[in-house]
């Protein structure tokens, strides 16, 4: 999910009798496409959500402060992107959060997860903009060549 999708959340967004997120737009905020999708959760972010307390109506809320004790505010997309940060340094990774979706759906697509499928997960509409971001890494490239080569030198021993 892109970062402002994950800012306007919401508990109603969180399906987790199907086990999906429903990502829709919401007065005053729409999706980068205009569009309504549903993304499955993984066990692991369905796990990390259902720990997560539901005192507003936000998934992420921003931290109570003195001037806000209830806590029931948005958090802003500058306090993900600073949290993401933080975590990063933690894990000594790299990156950043586009980073993350380049990754992963170049992942996905490299093991068989179909094209149309990944696209609706990522909310993208047309071919060429999920093309963007299929970049097969190198090591993964490599391996590849070296089974065709022994897989085409195998049948000239034929």
């Excluded at 429903?22 to 993984?42: C, D, E, F, L, Q």
């Excluded at 921003?62 to 949290?83: F, H, N």
């Excluded at 992942?107 to 999920?130: C, K, L, Y």
């Amino acid at each position: 999910m892109r970062i402002g999708e994950v800012q306007w959340l919401t508990w109603d967004n969180a399906d987790f009798v199907q086990g999906v997120i429903h990502v829709r737009p919401k007065p005053g905020w729409t999706t980068k496409t205009g569009n309504i999708r549903a993304v499955p959760m993984t066990p692991i972010i369905r796990t990390l959500l259902e720990k997560l307390p539901r005192k507003t109506r936000w998934v992420f809320t921003a931290p109570v402060l003195a001037k806000y004790p209830a806590g029931d505010r948005q958090i802003s997309e500058r306090r993900l992107l600073k949290s993401l940060k933080r975590t990063l340094k933690k894990l000594d990774l790299p990156g950043h959060l586009h980073t993350f979706c380049h990754s992963y759906i170049s992942r996905a697509i490299f093991h068989g997860v179909a094209e149309a499928v990944v696209r609706s997960w990522g909310g993208h509409i047309d071919e060429e903009t999920i093309r963007l971001y299929t970049h097969i890494a190198s090591p993964q490239s490599r391996q590849a060549m070296q089974s065709l080569h022994e897989k085409f030198r195998g049948d000239d021993a034929a």
